[in-house]
């Protein structure tokens, strides 16, 4: 390629298009390992494969994701915005672990824009299995989020949950927290990442997990899933298609099971 790259670009793939962005995280001779600016998606390529994506682009692309925000607050946000009356509402309590610090930072951002309570801790996806559990006992969240970096790594053995490359400790750790809590009502578990295993996450306990379709999901997914839970009045069920139709995976990135709401209504003393 003609113009020379170095760590911290945000480059496009020759090969693909071009049709995900990831920045350069380590360049070892004539091979580049990248990671997903909007996708959680790791990747190598050769330097002649990459192009550097212009920063309007980039801008542009980020417009984009953060008006997927505004996409996760239901009606029933903006009845709360406009209470003048003593009303108030209490979102669901959400801890979001992520194997990711970009990405972590990522869904804290959209959590303050839901204005809904968070807590967010990075933790490799080989140690989730014992320091999440001890989270959630301390912490005792109504929501957790599960999610990190994945990949099918060979897709000739897609039901073994060892052809994956974190889907096995995803599954732990649902295993793990359903020793606490086993109530899919009590403790409501998203799980996954790109191309997760998403039977087994399902069959261990997740209330929603990725990826139905193996294929990459957002960066953002598991965190409008949750957020819109959050949001949802308690006494209701979450609508699973819209909640789905919010991500940007879709269908083939998410799917759940049915799911109740954790907003709760209050009423100040007069």
């Keep these: 390629m003609s113009q020379e790259v170095k760590v911290g670009d945000i480059v496009g793939r020759r090969s693909y298009n071009s049709d995900t962005m990831f920045r350069i995280e380590e360049i070892v001779g004539d091979t580049v390992y990248l990671k997903g600016i909007f996708f959680r998606l790791t990747a190598d390529a050769p330097i002649s494969d990459l192009e550097i994506i212009s920063r309007e682009e980039y801008q542009r692309a980020e417009q984009v994701e ?63 299995k014992t320091k999440v559990p001890e989270l959630v006992k301390r912490l005792r969240p109504n929501i957790v989020v599960i999610t990190g970096h994945d990949a099918l790594e060979d897709k000739e053995h897609e039901d073994d949950l060892n052809s994956y490359r974190s889907s096995k400790y995803f599954v732990e750790t649902v295993n793990a ?15 996954g990442a790109c191309q997760s295993h ?26 409008i899933i949750a957020a819109t839970i959050a949001l949802t009045p ?8 819209e909640a789905i139709e919010k991500t940007i995976a879709k269908i083939a990135g998410i799917g759940g099971l049915q799911t109740k709401g954790t907003l709760r209504y209050g009423i100040r003393k007069l």
């Design 66 to 128: 953060f008006d997927q925000y505004r996409t996760i607050l239901p009606p029933v946000m903006n009845q709360m915005r406009s209470y003048d009356n003593g009303d108030f509402y209490i979102s669901g309590r959400i801890l979001h672990i992520d194997g990711d610090e970009e990405y972590l930072q990522k869904s804290i951002k959209l959590y303050k824009y839901a204005k809904v309570y968070a807590q967010a801790f990075a933790v490799p996806e080989k140690e989730m």
């Design 177 to 191: 927290l359903r020793e606490i809590e086993p109530s899919l009502d009590y403790l409501i578990v998203i799980a």
């Design 234 to 241: 308690y006494e209701e069920q979450v609508d699973l298609r």
């Design 198 to 223: 998403f039977e087994a996450l399902i069959g261990s306990g997740a209330n929603f997990a990725s990826s139905p379709k193996r294929i990459n999901i957002h960066a953002l997914d598991p965190a």
